[in-house]
């Protein structure tokens, strides 16, 4: 699958699971346990505005900290799907343009780059899903797609503290793929 297609599709993803949360949710605790719904909500939508200056040709140093603090305001919804939209322009426009971004830990290329943020949509998409009642299971084509990129970083992801341990693996490619993000892919809700 190519990337561009890839991307869209965990964006399209991540859409929907932001169409689950109710009102009263934001503060609802998730799998990722140091973030609540608005938190990991607001670490996406800050990756999916960062897309355009980074694909631009922008430093993390240029760009400083245009993205850091509360980006969703008084319209969480609205601001995340206009920061997805933004993301998926940036990435339709320019990812055919640009070989290489700046990260924090240096140049990268493009394709790489957004297959990372690939995954984050895909992961986290599973991640509101299940703190919100949302439905959680996710495309087996796309799943496919980001098991077999993550393979070779998996260790590298750990090794940096981006992931937590690996959960046990069970053969259903969800299920694993979730537990190599560290994820418990039977996280519910405290109660539920």
């Known amino acids: 699958m190519e990337t561009e297609e890839i991307y869209r599709r965990t964006v ?28 990991l909500v607001n670490h996406v939508t800050g990756e999916d505005l960062w897309a355009g200056p980074l694909l631009e040709g922008r430093t993390i140093e240029e760009v400083g900290d245009t993205f850091d ?14 920061a997805a ?3 998926v322009d940036a990435v339709t426009r320019l990812l055919p343009q640009r070989e290489t971004v700046h990260l924090s830990y ?21 991640d509101l899903a299940a703190a919100t009642g949302g439905e959680v ?4 084509d ?3 797609e980001v098991a077999d990129w993550f393979a070779e970083r998996e260790e590298l992801y750990r090794g940096a503290g981006i992931i937590g341990e ?12 979730l537990a190599r993000f560290g994820r418990d892919a039977g996280w519910r809700p405290p109660g539920s």
Do not use: F, I, K
């Open 137 to 140: 299971r996710m495309d087996p």
């Open 12 to 39: 399209d993803w991540w859409r929907s699971c932001l169409d689950g949360v109710g009102d009263g949710q934001w503060g609802d605790p998730t799998p990722c346990a140091d973030w609540n719904v608005r938190e």
């Open 166 to 177: 690996q959960g046990p693996l069970d053969g259903d490619p969800q299920h694993d793929l």
């Open 142 to 144: 796309v799943v496919a």
């Open 106 to 126: 240096g140049e990268e290329r493009s394709e790489e780059y957004v297959r990372q943020l690939s995954a984050d949509h895909l992961v986290h998409g599973w």
């Open 85 to 87: 939209d933004a993301g």
């Open 69 to 82: 603090g509360d980006l969703l305001g008084d319209a969480p919804l609205e601001t995340a799907r206009s």
